[in-house]
């Protein structure tokens, strides 16, 4: 009754464990399932902790690679270790597991690391997400050339790539409805709106950057809301709600601005596995208290394009001041 389908993949529960600490063993990604997870997405697979680890080892191993035939074979046998790595926990989880089992590589290049996620839809991957986020440091660079290149990489990744492929993807982009777009017309079938990227923070006693708390609080899910709310009727291509998406309620408001699935890390990190039966449960009840036999029949009800006062979604001024 909460089964759902995402990227074309059919999954059994709208709730999908997402990319991180919980999804880089064989174990946790088995109790995952045994939990009622409708898919799992591997941890990342990271292209540029890999350059950084090689470029380090090469230079350690300067004397011995001098040779530039050399160092070309030791950089290409390194980058096969982690990826034979990455492929075989792929193997395991494809052999042991029932429910979808989506690889992720986090991309720095535009196109270097196509071969890994060719790889891994040969191992029996059921999809790619590709994890994405060209900061826009560099003043140099206009917004519109930021995007292009966005747009760019995913011509590539499409091409390159057969079977479901989805973008994870942060939101500060000039124009993100266009850009959403652009990338659904490549034919892009998912977006994960939106990812919760690192972040700066600094100790005032160490005089030093930091990093500010890598979880989540339960009150971020508002802005994956709004684009979905306001993209999911525009575009072919699925949704799925991430950050800050910790319990049954937000996974049936993301339903109804029309995600077909929500991706959560947070908050199994912080209860456990038992909350993926916990939100199952919940959607399940919410449903025959709503009279919903299946979730197709309430996805994307309040998205904008389903509803009388759809401006509500762009809305960002409170109108009325303090005291009024
Ligand atoms: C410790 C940690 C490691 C993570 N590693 C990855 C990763 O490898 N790839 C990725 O796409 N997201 C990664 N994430 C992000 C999560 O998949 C998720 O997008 C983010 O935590 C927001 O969802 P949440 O609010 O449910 O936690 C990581 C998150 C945490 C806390």
Known sequence: MIETTYMGLELRSPVIVSSGPLTQNLVSLKKAEEAGAGAVVLKSI??????????????????????????????????DYYIDRYMKLLTEAKKELSIPVIASISAKSMDSWIDWAERFVKCGADGIELNYYPISSDASVPGEEVDERFIDFARKAREGIDGPLSIKMGYKYSSLASLISSLDQIGIDGFVLFNRFF??????????????????????????????????????????????????????????????????????????????????????????????????????????????????????????????
């Open 46 to 79: 990271f292209e540029e902790q890999i350059n950084n680890d090689i470029s380090k080892e090469m230079a350690e191993n300067e004397e011995y690679l001098a040779h530039s035939d050399a160092g070309t074979f030791f950089a290409s046998s390194a980058r």
């Open 199 to 324: 972040r700066p923070d600094i100790d005032i006693e160490k005089l030093e950057i930091s990093s500010a708390s890598p979880v989540s609080s339960k009150d971020e899910y508002a802005e994956a809301l709004r684009w979905i709310g306001l993209m999911s009727g525009e575009v072919k291509a699925d949704f799925a709600g991430n950050t800050g998406i910790h319990n049954g309620e937000t996974t049936v408001k993301m339903l109804l601005s029309g995600a077909k699935a929500v991706e959560i890390c947070t908050a199994v990190v912080q209860h456990g596995f038992g909350v993926i039966g916990e939100i199952n449960s919940f959607v399940e009840d919410w449903m025959k208290r709503h009279n919903y036999a299946s979730t197709s029949d309430f996805i994307g009800l309040l998205s904008q394009e389903h509803i009388q006062d759809g401006w509500k979604w762009e809305r960002t001024q409170f109108l009325k001041t303090i005291g009024q």
